[in-house]
């Protein structure tokens, strides 16, 4: 783990062993749980487990979160034990993605045993990904021309698109690489484009002086086209 990520996350553990005691788990998930954490620019994402969250343990919780805030990071999902094991089925996507790369933090792991059906991923996927590119399409029709917002189109979005790659190389039955920029390049052989565009966009969305030309932004977006179609013609064997 990033030697940043130790530092920030202690002081958020130490509040939280004080509220809580043992009765809880606490998951790193994300960029930080992956090879692509970049310090100053990735979030802190991390899901609280406990057996209740009832108002008394959320009022418990809530000095230790708001220093947490102060941090810059997004507060932690919380979800009680009974909540996660049912949630499967109800965001396959998120799901998936927290088993295929967490780190346990504190407790054991609540996501030991915990499957998602393929079916419910793909709807998933394919749901999203067409919202994906709803949103692209929308912004790029606004911003084409302004180098700066198309920039930030292609900065703020590429996160959910790596995670859309992600699953859906898993769904394909590939093994996915680890490390982003080998993970990109699977996902280029299987669904059939070039990843330069993909990798500059992944690759220069934390350097303040990159601009995203219209020539990478457009390639970019017909990688995510491609996603699109891919995923309506995978057959994962759902009837």
Not at 197 to 202: G, Y
């Amino acid at each position: 783990m990033h030697p940043t990520v130790t530092r920030v996350i202690d002081p958020l553990m130490s509040g939280l062993d004080a509220a809580l005691g043992d009765r809880y788990a606490l998951l790193l998930f994300g960029s930080a749980a992956r090879e692509d954490f970049v310090p100053g620019f990735s979030d802190l994402n991390l899901l609280l487990v406990a057996e209740r969250l009832d108002p008394v343990v959320l009022r418990a919780l809530s000095p230790v979160l708001a220093r947490w805030r102060k941090t810059g990071n997004p507060p932690p999902l919380l979800l009680t034990v009974e909540e996660l094991a049912r949630s499967a089925d109800a965001f396959p996507l998120e799901i998936h993605d927290l088993i295929a790369a967490h780190v346990v933090l504190r407790g054991r792991d609540p996501l030991a045993g915990l499957k998602v059906q393929a079916a419910d991923l793909r709807w998933a996927l394919e749901r999203d990904a067409r919202g994906k590119l709803l949103r692209l399409r929308q912004g790029y029709a606004e911003a084409a021309g302004n180098a700066s917002a198309v920039t930030a189109l292609a900065r703020l979005s590429v996160g959910g698109v790596l995670l859309l790659l992600r699953a859906g190389l898993a769904l394909g039955g590939t093994a996915v690489p680890a490390a982003p920029p080998a993970m990109m390049e699977a996902a280029g052989r299987q669904l059939g484009f070039d990843p330069a565009p993909l990798m500059e966009v992944a690759g220069q969305r934390s350097n303040p002086r990159w601009r995203c030309t219209p020539e990478c932004f457009e390639s970019y977006l017909a990688i995510v086209e491609r996603m699109v179609r891919f995923l309506d013609e995978l057959n994962t064997g759902e009837q």
